[in-house]
């Protein structure tokens, strides 16, 4: 008895391990480094790299997480704020420039854009995000997963970041310089532009206190890409949707319709209010069917969170954002530092194309000043199909087949109780670590964030 209890803990071993080995193989993952930004104190970079480095090959993407660096330390978002960044499919003829980060890659750069909805390429990208990059989750439960590399034939695929970074370190005014006030940059636009992008672009220089000393330093965004290589049937693809509250639903491609990006939250009237809210609203179509399986916000400072809602009132997903209370990097006391995401269980929410949805994006408008230059953006990914149901694991075909053995032998033996109570205590066992690695997934937590579940009808 001994010796059989010896063999079927080691098969336990085995199938645990093979369960645990067959999930763990799939998922790949890769840490890159941006090209070098060189910042001054109250300096702007607002720049594009072209051919980055990026996992290549015809696979799925699951996660894309963000940070900026100096010298590979995190930098805190008081001395470099990172207003915003955006990683960009594109496509040129095979044979183009080999180098890293090739800038002529812009002149025959074909964009594929995300699957809608902005006019041309605004707001194209598969990825992007803010001063909450760090704590907002970005993995997509399996079987989920974007999927890219494989290009139309006698094309490559490369991608394209964007960066747009702040150097806040002895500026007289950090939220004003942040919030990109034209009166700060020394820059006049007009036509009641008070301050946004307009403002703030590649080398303009926010106004520093008189008589400081910085010095110039080198910052980098340190990106870690997670993926999967795709294989038919056992993935499923999803589509990229970015809403954006500013939309004004034409598409005749002039710089006053579409998709605006950003807007001004105007003070409230006597300036002095305890609690007054900018609530700003879109109503929008998807141009496709699907499950929603992720979805995230994009806000600023001051936001109190944004809402994806059908007509009736029902939350297809909430984001609300995590403001820092510290004074560590990832945990910047007042800056917004991370999005709530939501994952609704699978199949649960449904949305329809051409079906009328509205976003709904939340500021505070208390103080005499009100926000320069926000954003209320919203990241939907939706699959046309479900999952299939789980198919039978080593472990429980060996299960039943214990059990089919018993019984066509007349019942069972000592020998066969031990096979079986191994075998189903393996059964077991495979199921929570499979279960365990599915409900991270799920969550998000895969990253290492926690997040919160769209289930409410409330913003706030």
Known sequence: MGHQFTRAHLLLVLIIASAVASRAHKLKSATFLSPELVL????????????????????GLKSFHVEPVDSGRPIPLYDTYLHHWAINRYVIPKGGSKSSSSS????????????????????????????????????LPDPYAIEIGN????????????????????VVDGQGCMECLCELYNVT???????????????????????????????????????????DGEFLPVKVFIADVTDTGERDMTETTGCQVEYEVEPCSNGDDDWCVDVKRLNFTLPASGYVVYGVGHQHSGALGQAVYRQNGEVICKSVPIYGTG??????????VGMSTCYPEPGSVKVTAGEKLILETNYSSSGARGHFGVMGLFHIFIADQLPQPPKPTMATTFFHRSISAAHVFGGFSAESWTILAVSGLAALLVGVVGFSIWLNKQRGTEDGYQVIMAIGMSLV
């Open 40 to 59: 001054a104190p109250g300096s702007v970079t607002n720049t594009f790299h072209y051919n980055v480095g990026f996992p290549t090959g015809h696979i």
């Open 104 to 139: 002529s890659d812009g002149e025959s750069a074909k964009f594929v854009r995300n699957d809608g909805i902005c006019q041309g390429n605004i707001l194209g990208q598969h990825y992007g995000s803010g001063s909450e990059t760090r704590r907002t989750a970005t993995f």
């Open 151 to 170: 290009p139309e034939e006698g094309f490559e695929e490369r991608w394209m970041l964007g960066i747009h970074a702040i150097d806040t370190r002895g």
């Open 189 to 231: 636009i007009g036509g009641g532009y008070h301050g946004g992008l307009k403002c703030c672009e590649d080398g303009d220089q926010c106004r520093v206190k008189l008589g400081f000393q910085g010095r110039k330093r080198s910052v980098y965004l340190r990106y870690t890409v997670k993926w999967v290589d795709w294989v």
């Open 327 to 336: 004074h560590e990097a990832g945990n910047e006391a007042g800056f917004v």
